[in-house]
């Protein structure tokens, strides 16, 4: 079964910057499409960004030119660089993994933005 575990969430100003990490295991790494989405109180849980086996970045167009989605396929990791956040940023982020249909999810770190 496919485990994936965040960290790397916190309280930050806005304006400020968090990198969040996923470590995942007992997966063939190389092959899933890699993703963060969010959650907010009272909302759904919404896509921000993923990167295919290739490398290729997909973003929601809220996080455009803020947040960078990167991939290290030796270590099984991928990260989410958050740059300029703003209190709309603030939720539990979720690592996902993402291979044909098949969705496997991580426990999600909390992001705070609030001065």
């Known amino acids: 079964q496919v485990q994936l575990v965040e960290s790397g969430g916190g309280l930050v100003q806005p304006g400020g910057s968090l990198r969040l990490s996923c470590a995942a295991s007992?997966?063939?790494?190389?092959?899933?499409?890699m993703g963060w989405f969010r959650q907010a109180p009272g909302k759904q849980r919404e896509w921000v960004a993923d990167?295919?086996?290739?490398?290729?970045?997909n973003y929601t167009d809220s996080v455009k030119g803020r947040f960078t989605i990167s991939r290290d396929n030796a270590k099984n990791m991928v990260y989410l660089q958050m740059n300029s956040l703003k209190p709309e940023d603030t939720a539990v982020y979720y690592c996902?993994?993402?291979?044909?249909?098949?969705?496997?999810w991580g426990q999600g770190t909390q992001v705070t933005v609030s001065s």
């Open positions: 996902n993994a993402r291979l044909l249909i098949y969705d496997s």
């Open positions: 007992r997966l063939r790494f190389g092959y899933y499409t």
């Open positions: 990167i295919t086996p290739g490398s290729t970045t």
